[in-house]
Structure formats: C-alpha cells, structure tokens
C-alpha cells in the first residue's frame, strides 16, 4: 500500500498514485501540479522522528519515511549529505552556504534524479527521459548509467560542453536540439510520454520535488535544529525552491521544528519569469517570456513549476529579486575569493542576492542566512572564460621576477 496521495495544487482534487500520473487532467500539466502527501500523524511515530536522530554526513535515504522511493540503486547512498559550510560574508557571521556541488554529478539535481530512477525500476520501465539544459540530464546520466535501463536525454544545441561531457560519458541517447530550453522541454514532453517512457521531468513529475526536498532536512539537522532567518536560492523552473519550502514546513509539520524560513528566489533580470507572475499577485497564472542569460540552469521563460514556486514562497513571507549578468559573474569570482567555493553561475546567484539585499537594508547583518549552492562550477566554465585573466610567462622572465 503507498505511503502517500497526490493532491492538486490548485483545485485540491486527490488521486491515488498511479504509474502515468503526473498531474491533474482537470487543470493541466501546469495549473495541475500534484503534491505528495505524506500520513503525517504517523511519522511522528517514526524512532529517528520522536528521538531526532539523524546523522549528518548520510545519505538523503535517511529521510526515508518522508520519500516515495525506498533504496534501490548503489548510488543511492553518495546522493545527499553533502557539506553545509559557516562563512563570515558580507559583514555577517556564520552564513550557512549548502553546497550540493559535491554529490555524483557535481548538482543538486542528483536528490531528484535518485527518486526517478528507483521509481522507474519499481514500475518496471525500460527507459527514462528528460529535458534539460544541463544538470538534470547530466544528473540522470550519471546516477543511471549502471542500471539497464536505458537513458534518453533532449538538450538545446548550446548545452555547455563540461554538461554534455557527462551525458557522453555516461552512455545516454543524447538529442541536442535546435531551440530554446522551453522548445525542447515540451517536445520532449511529447514525445517521451507518447513512447511510455518513464518521465524525469522535475515539475511534471510530482516525485522529484520529493528528492528535492531533502536538501531543506539536511540543512535543519547539519545547523543542530536551528532555522535561518533567510534562505536563498537560484530559480529557474521553480522546482528547487519549491522543495526547500515542503521540506521545511514538512519537518514543522511531524513536530521537529517551530519555524519556516523566509524563502527568496533569486532569478536573472533577462529572463524573470517567476519573479513577474509572483509580483502581480494571485491568482498566480502561467507565463511564457523571451529572454536570455549567462546562467543557462536559471534560464527558463516558460516556468513549469510556477504555480507551487510562487504558493510556497507567499507563504513562507518570501520573495523574488533578479540579478544581472554582470551581478552574477561578481558573484562567481566573490564567492569563490571569499570561500574557494566555485559555484557554476545558477549556483553562485544566491550570494549576489545576499549582498543586494544587505546594500537594499532588506536583510541585516544580525539575521541568520542560508545560501543554496546547486551546482559546481567545473559544469560551466565558458560563463567565467572572461574573468581568467592567468599569462603565460617564460621561465626567464619569471626568475627575474623572483630576484
């Protein structure tokens, strides 16, 4: 028997699981986003819940009792339990940076590529697919490759190379495609479902915000229980952002903590689709947008996951705020001057918004502050090719140097 519904975000109806249910036939694959509910009441009852034990470097799969997909595959236990760094930054003391940098594929995306993949294997499906501009696909890839199933992967044609690698390498079908992240999304979507295969879509597919999630558990149990004032975030298609605010307000909800933080998306000023439908207010609505950015993993004009992204973040007393590409190269090179972190350029969007906050008075330097890196920066280093400025230099000349 599941461990779980599906509930509609927006009109409410409930569904049993089911293979093939992805969303809400009543309001579409996007007013229709589903959400997992969990039997809460009874999670309470788990040991590791009523005792709070957990440890902090395992395995996202300790959370097992709020997941739909039990251990499956070997990799399972290298996804998750990555590092949750304290930085004095910006004029405030100990800003928590969770860095998923460090899981198999070098993205955060790994938490919800596990979940596909075991639910895929549970339902017996030969084949897995989706759309991306990188680090899903190169996230399904990686953590797919030694299962038998096969991996179709529909990318557009301007994929960074250090992403396409990683599908190469890792044996994926890879179409790269002629057109806009958003183009390829929905005729992969087409295609993939016509097919029968097994959908890795994050804001199709109810169960990879699940694997998303985990990353908000992890953050409460590394920081010992105590909840930031402020999370921080890149948004693209809104998925991300979307799993740290259930994963939080799940914890509150099975009695583990008292608090949800305010949660604010960071998106580019040349393609804020989120920011523009969550700034004209409810009833929030779809959105197509043209536009363009240095941080392809935040590139979305189409949001999927809209709906959920701009419901959770009201309710969490968050918001949304831009950068622009020049912001967000700063914040590249800063971040790592500052921490040696080297953040793909999606990834490094939450300290430029940290430090625009701070000169804007909107956050303080006596508010606590999570920044969520999702992704490393090896994945992309055609965004910082104009930052490195290292000349070459003759042994000759450099003795001189040294005299």
């Given at each position: ?7 509609c ?38 040991s ?8 902090k ?103 960074p190379?250090?992403k ?56 409460i ?62 009833p ?15 590139s ?6 809209v ?12 918001f ?25 350029p ?20 006596t ?37």
């Open positions: 028997m599941s461990n779980h519904i599906l509930r975000i927006t009109c409410k109806k409930e569904f049993d699981p089911k293979p093939g249910l992805y969303y809400c036939v009543d309001c579409g694959y996007i007013m229709g986003t589903l959400e997992v509910i969990y039997d809460y009441e009874s999670i309470k009852k788990e590791a819940v009523k005792e709070k034990k957990f440890d470097k395992a395995s996202m799969y300790q959370f097992d009792f709020l997941l739909p997909a039990k251990l499956k595959s070997q990799l399972d236990e290298y996804v998750g339990g990555t590092p949750l760094y304290k930085f004095d930054l910006l004029g405030i003391k100990d800003v928590l940076i969770k860095y998923d940098g460090s899981n198999p594929s070098s993205s955060y995306k790994d938490r919800a590529s596990s979940i596909a993949i075991n639910r895929a294997l549970e339902e017996g499906n030969d084949t897995i697919f989706c759309a991306s501009t990188g680090n899903a696909a190169s996230s399904l890839a990686v953590l797919n490759a030694h299962t038998e199933m096969k991996t179709s992967i529909f990318v557009p044609a301007a994929i190379a250090g396409l690698a990683q599908l190469e390498i890792s044996g994926a079908e890879v179409f790269a495609v002629e057109g806009t992240y958003d183009e390829v999304y929905d005729l992969s979507l087409e295609l993939g479902l016509k097919k029968g295969w097994y959908c890795r879509h994050a804001a199709i597919n109810p169960y990879l915000l699940e694997g998303k999630k985990t990353g908000a558990f992890e953050i149990i590394q920081n010992d229980f105590n909840i930031p004032d402020y999370i921080l975030v890149g948004v693209g298609d809104g998925t991300v952002i979307s799993s740290l605010y259930k994963g939080f307000w799940e914890f509150k909800e099975i009695g583990l903590t008292d608090k949800i933080p305010k949660i604010i998306g960071v998106q580019a000023e040349g393609i804020p689709a989120i920011k523009k439908v969550f700034d004209k207010g409810k929030y609505s779809t959105i197509s947008i043209h536009g363009k950015t240095i941080a392809d993993s935040i979305v004009g189409k949001p999927r996951d709906i959920k992204a701009c419901t959770y973040i009201d309710a969490s007393g968050g949304y705020i831009t950068l622009t590409d020049e912001e967000i190269l700063d914040s590249i090179t800063e971040l790592g001057k500052l921490t040696g972190i080297f953040a793909e999606a990834g490094a969007v939450p300290y430029g918004g940290l430090k625009k906050l701070i000169y804007e008075e909107k956050i303080s330097k508010d606590t502050v999570c920044l969520v890196i999702t992704g490393n920066g090896l994945k992309d280093i055609k965004a910082v090719e104009g930052v490195i400025r290292t000349e070459t230099i003759s042994t000759k000349d450099l003795e001189k140097r040294f005299k």
